[in-house]
């Protein structure tokens, strides 16, 4: 099975093709960027697609990040996944941008669950607040995905150890060794890994793993009330 897995929940614009039977995406291409993923996107999968024999036509599946994430970001990526799909005629998954930081720490060399610790994901959600989903010391699901102030977050995590991913990460370590609490950010874990959705994309059920967005909160803009005018 070949898939082209699509990131754009946060501040990145990321595509790759992976297939199930090799380690390492046959072809990838990522750009950090904080707005734009609209303009920049399409150009970028077309890029990628262009780099592995047979382009579009070789493709079974397309997987993309469904959040949380920015509303704008989620709408592009969402919206370039389902017209590959169609046009292919392929199904789309959806990959939480949660689990997508989580993986790579379940995977590590360090073996964290074995050594006893929580792992955690958390994402900067501003204003004090944070996008996390914890798991147990056996890998279960300790905390789903949940929005939460930051302090809320600390003390979830508990005395640890903890090993923790996600752009609001240091901030949440720091504040976990504020307390005297053990928690540790490894080194490469901030942002979503693209090859780590494609590789949880090869395994979801199409069934079950929908490419619909993952909302945790509604949008910070807000309607302008007192500027409009009363009907008559």
Known sequence: MRILAIDTALERCA???MADD?????????M???????????PLVERVVARVEGGFESLDRVAVTVGPGSYTGLRVGLSAARAVGLACGIPVVGVTTLSALLAPLLAAEEDYL????LLAAAIDARHGHVYFQALSQDGGIAVPPTLLPLAEAVRLLG????ALAGSAAPALAAAAAGQGHRAVVPEGHIAPQIA???????????????????YLRGPDAQPQ?????ARR
């Open 114 to 117: 074995g050594q006893g610790y």
């Open 15 to 17: 595509a790759c093709i």
């Open 225 to 229: 009330d007192h500027a409009r005018l």
């Open 159 to 162: 005395p640890g150890p903890a």
């Open 32 to 42: 950090d960027l904080a707005r734009g993923h609209a303009e920049a996107l399409l």
């Open 22 to 30: 090799t380690p390492e995406p046959l072809a990838q291409e990522s």
């Open 196 to 214: 780590w959705v494609a590789s949880l994309g090869l395994v979801a059920d199409p069934a079950h793993a929908l490419a619909r967005p993952l």
